[in-house]
């Protein structure tokens, strides 16, 4: 089973009533959504019916009900597109010479006309290229311009210089009017949608504007000492003098620095009598260390003063 056509979700057209003032917009409108749908809007009969459900009310409705009339007693029904929107025109715009149709042709530019429509119904999603074709096919149909050639050259003055030379490069090149709406069409689909996926994707890989965070290392004691520039002499001497590894006073070890963050380590009050005794024993110990530390090798004495420097031995 074939699946049924999808429509384009553009804002339909508004209903309309006759005013003249109005009928630019209307004509516009529609032939846009058709454009825009035309893989549904594929022939002019069903053109013409989606053209003609619009007309309601005001003297629109009256001249509807004497065109569909007309299509039903005529073997031809509403005839061809072109016929049809040229009666409507002919109805429903101001009587402008072909002169003045001519000159509108002339000044006519795809990017006004664009810009125009856009501000207008900033709710629908139009296309340059496409603004342009439907605003020539209604000032041809005016001026009754029916020459392929005139009606080319009219449509080329009014295109972006892009546009032109994407339809001059093509193997071959378009002929008629209808050709030629068909390419710039095309073309310029292309071109709005390259646009929307560079603007999309515009600033993917650069620089991200976040802040990252930084580490922020923990303050030292601006007192302490770097235990890791101690030489081996010096960390033999702190052992032997019972200095601390941290901040190279003694009454401490390292490990108090640890446990009381940012606050001082307090020194305890010692009585010359315990300074005696403690000072005997430190003596023998360090005799007793110094005697083992000798019978060891250079790198063993490094090592085993690190290991003790690591495990807060002060």
Partial sequence: MQARPTKIKIRLPDDFNGDRKKTRTFYLATQLYMMANKHIYDTDEKK???????????????WA???MTKAFTNDQGFGTWEAFTTRFLNAFTEADT?????AKLRVLRQTAMADEYILRDPRTLLLR??????YHRMLTAQCRITEDVSLIEYFQEGLQNKLVEKVYSMERMPKTIEEWYEATSRFDNQYQRARAVINRYKGVGQTSNLVTPRYTPPS?????????RLSTSDREKYMKEGRCFTCGQTGHRAADHKQDKG???????VRTTEI??????????????????????ENDKIKLLEEMTEK???
């Fill in 312 to 314: 807060d031995f002060a």
């Fill in 98 to 102: 072909a002169g003045d149709v001519r």
């Fill in 276 to 297: 005696k005794e403690d000072s005997t024993k430190e003596v023998s110990n360090v005799t007793k260390i110094k005697a083992m530390m000798a019978e060891l090798e």
């Fill in 129 to 134: 290229g496409v603004v342009l074709i439907a």
């Fill in 65 to 67: 009900e004497a065109q």
């Fill in 220 to 228: 030292k004691d601006p007192n302490a000492m770097d235990v890791d």
């Fill in 48 to 62: 013409i019916t989606f053209f003609i459900s619009f007309l309601k009310e005001g003297t629109a409705g009256p």
């Fill in 263 to 269: 606050r001082q380590p307090e020194r305890r009050p």
